[in-house]
C-alpha cells in the first residue's frame, strides 16, 4: 500500500516567500521574539551563505546590507499550512497533518486514477509549486518511511548533519522507494533524520543524549543503526532504539489518522507600514486572490462569496501606549454564479472600494472565501448565446459604480397595493422556466383590443380645471403635449394604504381623452392616467396609453 509525503522545508521561510514572492531572489532571514530580543530562527539557502545562521541577534544580521528581515507571522504560517493541506487533498480522500510543514497522503487506489507512482509524485511536486510551495515529495509503502525520505531530500549532495535542523539548504525535489527497498533508500540518510524539529525543550535535551550516545558508538547513519543487533540494541536503549530501529529499516507500519478540519479558504497579509492608497492595497489583494483561487481550484471548487477585512489605524494606534488598531473594515461581495477568476474578482473589489473607501491607513488585510461547487451549464442547440456571468457582473457593478447601487439589479414587486410597491434587489441570473404549451385562443380573445400603460418617471405634475369635482381641462408646464380639453373620462378609484406608517398614500386614479392641438398634426386625441394626492392635494399625469 503506498503512502506519500508532503514536506515543505524550512516551513517559517517559505510561509514568508509565499506571502513574497519577490523575495526569492533575495537573503531572508525570520526573527522571533520581542524587540530588543529579536533573534533569528530561519534563513534562506542565501543568507546561509553570506554567514547568517539561526540564534543571531537582529542587530548582528543588519550588519549584512543585502539581508531582508521578516518578522515570523503566525497568519501567514497558518495560510501556508492550509494551502499544504489542500495540495494534499487534491490528490487522496484520506490526509495525515503530521505536522505544520508535513502532509502524509494514502494512495491505495489511486495508481488507476492518476497513473504511475513516479508520476503521482511529480503532479503533487507540480500542485504544490502553484500554491506557492517548495515541497519534498516521497513515495514509500509506509507512512514512516516515505516521511523519513521527504525530509533526507535535504541532506541531497553535500549538505552537513547540522544544517538539516537549520533548513537552510533544502531543496525541492520528488523521490519514489520501491517497495521491499526502504533500508536501501533511507540508509544513506544520517540519523539526524530521525528526529523531527520543533521539539519540545525536555524532548530536544533526551534527542541530544541520545544523539550523543549514537555517535560515541560511530552509528552515524541508519544504514549503520539497522545494522545493530536488536536484544543488545534493546539492552542499551530499550523500547525506544528498537522504534528508531524500525524506522531506518522502514518496516514501521501505522494507520492514518484523518484530518477532519473544515474548509477554510483564507489568506491574510499583515503590513510593516501602513498604505493608505488604494493602488498598493490593490497590488497586494491580486496576490490575495489569485493564491486564494489556486487553493480553490486544487479542490475542484469556486467561490461565491468573498469578504475582506480590514485592519485600520485609528487614532489611539498612533499613540506610544497603544500600536495595535481594533477598527476594522468589512466587506463582503456576493457573487450571483459561483466563479473563479482573480481578475474578476479583483475588479470587482476595486470598485466596491472605490464606492466605499476604508477613511484610514490599512495596517493589515484579511481575505476569505467561502466555497461552493463550480457551475455547469449546458448550452443550448437553437439558443442565442448569453452574456458571460463573469462580465455580466462585472458590467453592472462598474454601471452601480457610475449610477449608485440602488439604481442596479433587479425589481421585486412587493406585497402591497402601492403602484411604485417595489424595491430593487441583487440581479441573479437564472434559468428560463418552461412554460407548459397553451391552447390557441378563441377568435373573440384575438380580435380584442389590448392596451399598454406607458409610464412617466417621474409624473408630470399638472394644473387641472375641474367642473363639479371633475376634470375638465389640464396644462403641463413641462411638457407642452400632455394639455387640452378632457373629451372623455372614467373614474374616480380611490386606493390607499400605509395609513399606519409615515409614508401613507392615498390617491384618486382617473382615464382621460384629451383633445391637444398643435401646428403641425392639427387636432389630437391622446389617453392618459390622471392622479389626485388627496394627502398632498396635486395632480399628476402618471402615464399615457399606448
Same mark, same amino acid.
Given at each position: 500500500?503506498?503512502?506519500?509525503?508532503?514536506?515543505?522545508?524550512?516551513?517559517?521561510?517559505?510561509?514568508? /516567500?509565499?506571502?513574497?514572492?519577490?523575495?526569492?531572489?533575495?537573503?531572508?532571514?525570520?526573527?522571533?521574539?520581542?524587540?530588543?530580543?529579536?533573534?533569528?530562527?530561519?534563513?534562506?539557502?542565501?543568507?546561509?551563505?553570506?554567514?547568517?545562521?539561526?540564534?543571531?541577534?537582529?542587530?548582528?544580521?543588519?550588519?549584512?546590507?543585502?539581508?531582508?528581515?521578516?518578522?515570523?507571522?503566525?497568519?501567514?504560517?497558518?495560510?501556508?499550512?492550509?494551502?499544504?493541506?489542500?495540495?494534499?487533498?487534491?490528490?487522496?480522500?484520506?490526509?495525515?497533518?503530521?505536522?505544520?510543514?508535513?502532509?502524509?497522503?494514502?494512495?491505495?487506489?489511486?495508481?488507476?486514477?492518476?497513473?504511475?507512482?513516479?508520476?503521482?509524485?511529480?503532479?503533487?511536486?507540480?500542485?504544490?509549486?502553484?500554491?506557492?510551495?517548495?515541497?519534498?515529495?516521497?513515495?514509500?509503502?509506509?507512512?514512516?518511511?516515505?516521511?523519513?525520505?521527504?525530509?533526507?531530500?535535504?541532506? +541531497?549532495?553535500?549538505?552537513?548533519?547540522?544544517?538539516?535542523?537549520?533548513?537552510?539548504?533544502?531543496?525541492?525535489?520528488?523521490?519514489?522507494?520501491?517497495?521491499?527497498?526502504?533500508?536501501?533508500?533511507?540508509?544513506?540518510?544520517?540519523?539526524?533524520?530521525?528526529?523531527?524539529?520543533?521539539?519540545?525543550?525536555?524532548?530536544?535535551?533526551?534527542?541530544?543524549? /541520545?544523539?550523543?550516545?549514537?555517535?560515541?558508538?560511530?552509528?552515524?547513519?541508519?544504514?549503520?543503526?539497522?545494522?545493530?543487533?536488536?536484544?543488545?540494541?534493546?539492552?542499551?536503549?530499550?523500547?525506544?532504539?528498537?522504534? /528508531?530501529?524500525?524506522?531506518?529499516?522502514?518496516?514501521?507500519?501505522?494507520?492514518?489518522?484523518?484530518?477532519?478540519?473544515?474548509?477554510?479558504?483564507?489568506?491574510?497579509?499583515?503590513?510593516?507600514?501602513?498604505?493608505? *492608497?488604494?493602488?498598493? %492595497?490593490?497590488?497586494?489583494?491580486?496576490?490575495?486572490?489569485?493564491?486564494?483561487?489556486?487553493?480553490?481550484?486544487?479542490?475542484?471548487?469556486?467561490?461565491?462569496?468573498?469578504?475582506?477585512?480590514?485592519?485600520?489605524?485609528?487614532?489611539?494606534?498612533?499613540?506610544?501606549?497603544?500600536?495595535?488598531?481594533?477598527?476594522?473594515?468589512?466587506?463582503? /461581495?456576493?457573487? !450571483?454564479?459561483?466563479?473563479?477568476?482573480?481578475?474578476?474578482?479583483?475588479? %470587482?473589489?476595486? *470598485?466596491?472600494?472605490?464606492?466605499?473607501?476604508?477613511?484610514?491607513?490599512?495596517?493589515?488585510?484579511?481575505?476569505?472565501?467561502? !466555497?461552493?461547487?463550480?457551475?455547469?451549464?449546458?448550452?443550448?442547440?437553437?439558443?442565442?448565446?448569453?452574456?458571460?456571468?463573469?462580465?455580466?457582473?462585472?458590467?453592472?457593478?462598474?454601471?452601480?459604480?457610475?449610477?449608485?447601487?440602488? &439604481?442596479?439589479?433587479?425589481?421585486?414587486?412587493?406585497?402591497?397595493?402601492?403602484?411604485?410597491?417595489?424595491?430593487?434587489?441583487?440581479?441573479?441570473?437564472?434559468? !428560463?422556466?418552461?412554460?407548459?404549451?397553451?391552447?390557441?385562443?378563441?377568435? +373573440?380573445?384575438?380580435?380584442?383590443?389590448?392596451?399598454?400603460?406607458?409610464?412617466?418617471?417621474?409624473?408630470?405634475?399638472?394644473?387641472?380645471?375641474?367642473?363639479?369635482?371633475?376634470?375638465?381641462?389640464? +396644462?403641463?408646464? &413641462?411638457?407642452?403635449?400632455?394639455?387640452?380639453?378632457?373629451?372623455? &373620462?372614467?373614474?374616480?378609484?380611490?386606493?390607499?394604504?400605509?395609513?399606519?406608517?409615515?409614508?401613507?398614500?392615498?390617491?384618486?386614479?382617473?382615464?382621460? +381623452?384629451?383633445?391637444?392641438?398643435?401646428?403641425?398634426?392639427?387636432?389630437?386625441?391622446?389617453?392618459?392616467?390622471?392622479?389626485?394626492?388627496?394627502?398632498?392635494?396635486?395632480?399628476?399625469?402618471?402615464?399615457?396609453?399606448?
Amino acid at each position: 500500500m503506498p503512502f506519500a509525503c508532503i514536506y515543505v522545508p524550512n516551513f517559517p521561510v517559505a510561509a514568508a /516567500l509565499r506571502a513574497e514572492p519577490e523575495l526569492k531572489t533575495r537573503a531572508v532571514a525570520i526573527l522571533e521574539g520581542k524587540p530588543p530580543l529579536e533573534k533569528i530562527i530561519a534563513v534562506n539557502e542565501k543568507a546561509a551563505h553570506m554567514g547568517i545562521a539561526p540564534g543571531m541577534t537582529k542587530a548582528q544580521a543588519e550588519l549584512c546590507v543585502d539581508i531582508a528581515l521578516r518578522t515570523r507571522s503566525p497568519l501567514q504560517e497558518s495560510a501556508t499550512h492550509a494551502a499544504l493541506l489542500d495540495c494534499a487533498q487534491s490528490f487522496s480522500p484520506c490526509v495525515e497533518d503530521a505536522a505544520c510543514d508535513t502532509a502524509l497522503l494514502d494512495l491505495a487506489g489511486m495508481e488507476s486514477l492518476l497513473g504511475s507512482l513516479p508520476e503521482i509524485s511529480r503532479a503533487i511536486h507540480t500542485r504544490a509549486a502553484t500554491l506557492g510551495l517548495g515541497a519534498n515529495v516521497a513515495i514509500a509503502s509506509n507512512p514512516d518511511a516515505a516521511m523519513l525520505a521527504a525530509r533526507g531530500l535535504c541532506y +541531497a549532495g553535500s549538505c552537513s548533519a547540522g544544517s538539516y535542523g537549520a533548513g537552510a539548504l533544502a531543496r525541492a525535489a520528488v523521490t519514489v522507494i520501491p517497495e521491499g527497498k526502504e533500508a536501501e533508500g533511507l540508509g544513506p540518510l544520517p540519523v539526524e533524520a530521525l528526529f523531527a524539529d520543533g521539539l519540545e525543550e525536555d524532548q530536544k535535551k533526551s534527542t541530544a543524549r /541520545l544523539l550523543e550516545t549514537l555517535n560515541r558508538w560511530g552509528i552515524r547513519t541508519l544504514h549503520a543503526l539497522a545494522a545493530l543487533p536488536q536484544v543488545s540494541l534493546s539492552e542499551r536503549l530499550g523500547q525506544e532504539g528498537l522504534r /528508531l530501529q524500525q524506522l531506518a529499516c522502514g518496516t514501521a507500519t501505522r494507520t492514518l489518522l484523518p484530518v477532519e478540519e473544515p474548509m477554510l479558504f483564507e489568506e491574510a497579509i499583515e503590513l510593516e507600514h501602513p498604505i493608505v *492608497l488604494l493602488e498598493p %492595497l490593490a497590488f497586494l489583494l491580486n496576490r490575495l486572490l489569485e493564491q486564494i483561487c489556486a487553493r480553490l481550484g486544487s479542490r475542484t471548487l469556486s467561490t461565491q462569496e468573498l469578504r475582506l477585512t480590514l485592519d485600520l489605524e485609528t487614532f489611539a494606534s498612533r499613540n506610544r501606549q497603544s500600536k495595535i488598531s481594533n477598527q476594522q473594515f468589512l466587506r463582503t /461581495l456576493r457573487l !450571483p454564479l459561483p466563479m473563479l477568476d482573480a481578475k474578476v474578482f479583483l475588479k %470587482l473589489l476595486q *470598485l466596491d472600494l472605490n464606492a466605499h473607501p476604508p477613511g484610514a491607513p490599512i495596517m493589515k488585510i484579511h481575505l476569505a472565501a467561502e !466555497p461552493a461547487r463550480p457551475r455547469s451549464v449546458q448550452a443550448g442547440l437553437f439558443l442565442p448565446p448569453s452574456p458571460e456571468p463573469e462580465k455580466l457582473e462585472l458590467t453592472l457593478a462598474r454601471i452601480a459604480a457610475l449610477v449608485g447601487e440602488q &439604481k442596479v439589479g433587479a425589481l421585486e414587486l412587493l406585497d402591497t397595493h402601492h403602484p411604485e410597491g417595489f424595491r430593487m434587489q441583487r440581479f441573479v441570473a437564472t434559468a !428560463p422556466e418552461k412554460n407548459p404549451r397553451e391552447e390557441a385562443p378563441e377568435p +373573440a380573445e384575438e380580435k380584442s383590443i389590448v392596451t399598454a400603460l406607458r409610464r412617466f418617471r417621474p409624473a408630470l405634475c399638472v394644473s387641472v380645471i375641474l367642473e363639479n369635482s371633475y376634470p375638465v381641462q389640464l +396644462a403641463c408646464a &413641462k411638457k407642452k403635449e400632455v394639455q387640452g380639453i378632457v373629451l372623455w &373620462k372614467a373614474g374616480p378609484w380611490r386606493a390607499s394604504g400605509d395609513w399606519w406608517e409615515r409614508e401613507a398614500w392615498s390617491r384618486d386614479e382617473w382615464d382621460i +381623452a384629451v383633445q391637444n392641438s398643435s401646428p403641425r398634426n392639427g387636432a389630437e386625441i391622446s389617453f392618459y392616467r390622471l392622479v389626485h394626492d388627496l394627502l398632498g392635494g396635486g395632480w399628476f399625469v402618471e402615464g399615457s396609453y399606448d
